[in-house]
């Protein structure tokens, strides 16, 4: 089974930017699709952005399109969030989760993290 570990979370003053990382423990891991969701008090978890095993395709959130990017590093077991112009809105609870496939879709994910605390302060 493999397991993931998210960092890279903390405070930031709006417009700013943090990057998220994952790191797996297996690479096997590599042969995963690999997203990214995010999960507010009281709210249902929700997809941010994906990729697949080759990083060669990307799925991403409306609310974050043009703002965050996604990448991976086979070589690492790690993904990556880059977050940039981050708002208060996008003050949450990051995790990474991975997939046999490429999806955007949450019951598709079987491997998730233990999440990450992203605070944007305005």
């Known amino acids: 089974q493999v397991q993931l570990v998210e960092s890279g979370g903390g405070l930031v003053q709006a417009g700013g930017s943090l990057r998220l990382s994952c790191a797996a423990s297996r690479r096997t891991a590599s042969n995963y699709a690999m997203g990214w969701f995010r999960q507010a008090p009281g709210k249902e978890r929700e997809f941010v952005a994906a990729t697949s095993w080759s990083g060669g395709g990307t799925y991403y959130a409306d609310s974050v399109k043009g703002r965050c990017t996604i990448s991976r590093d086979n070589a690492r077991n790690t993904v990556y969030l880059q977050m940039n112009s981050l708002t208060p809105e996008d003050t949450t609870v990051y995790y990474c989760?991975?997939?046999?496939?490429?999806?955007?879709?949450?019951?598709?994910?079987?491997?998730w993290g233990q999440g990450t605390q992203v605070t944007v302060s305005s």
């Open positions: 989760a991975a997939s046999a496939l490429l999806t955007t879709t949450k019951k598709f994910y079987n491997v």
